[in-house]
């Protein structure tokens, strides 16, 4: 007679929720975009880069904008601005409103004719030199060794980078743990495989393979179910009134999703993330989707319903 099959206890993990600073709880617009977010990268970048100007480049003066002479060398330490001649503007599509002549789309935003411009809280210069705009992104802080010339612009000669940031160190573990990451379930649409999804669940959730398998499937600890779950046909979602009779059809996907949901999360917990095709906004951060989607799934305190951005401390491992 075959053995009795051993009972296998799943893995537990510690966890903690950092999606506080994503989530938004009556914020009303002030007028402030970006610039904030700049000057704070600009503040704490600029120690790390003087650090480096004693090392790299120690006959030179550190400047700012405003403090250039024509000729001097000198290095400066700012904030890239790209100036791209095919980025999308609002002030485009405008014009393509009122022009009967539609504009070409690029197949992408890069050009020959873009250019990079230094910035820091005194002013903004225009680059030159060994500093080929396609290497370079908005917003990357850098130190640039180099001297104003005649025509205003600074003739860049080198650059230097903070590199990256030093790796946290991760604590040691004993044991193996495991997370699963999935995405771009799209149910509901043509390419939705419920018989594919189901597998995952049972393996999962360990009613699938042998004992070895079986054992793998007991160490994960936590599934992440991160954005484009459904899959809405586009003629619901222009902006016009669903009619009566469409309204369950709108409904479908999602309680497919809340029956699946209902059997993982009585066995694990799952986080689930908005994406750009789920009912949630479309701007970043995304807000969690409401729990009143998930009427099985979020009787279960195991569910949990995350904003994309999302954050969360595993095991004391973010």
Known sequence: TPP??????RKQADYSNLDERYTIQGERYQGQQYSHIYYTRL???????????????PHLPVTTVLGLEEGKDCVLVGTLYKHM???????????????????????NFMHSDDNLILEDESGRVALAGAIPPAAYVTGV?????GKETSAGNFLVEDVMEAGLPPQTV????????YVVFVSGLSVGSS????LQFQLLIDHITGHLGDENEQAIASKIVRVVVAGNSVHIAPRFL??????????PRIAEPIKELDIMLTQLVASLPVDIMPGCNDPANFALPQQPLHRCLFSGASTYNTFSSCPNPHQFDLDNVK
């Open 141 to 145: 802080v850098v130190a640039l060794h």
């Open 191 to 194: 390419t939705f495989n419920p």
């Open 238 to 247: 222009n902006g016009q009134t669903v009619a009566a009779k469409d309204q």
């Open 4 to 9: 009795p099959p051993v009972a296998m206890e």
């Open 43 to 57: 503040h704490h970048m600029r120690t790390l880069l003087h650090a480096l100007v004693p090392s790299r480049k």
């Open 170 to 177: 991760l604590p040691s573990i004993n044991e193996d743990k």
């Open 85 to 107: 001649k095919l980025k999308p503007s609002i002030l485009d599509e405008y014009s393509k409103e009122r022009s009967a002549i539609p504009l070409v789309k690029p197949h």
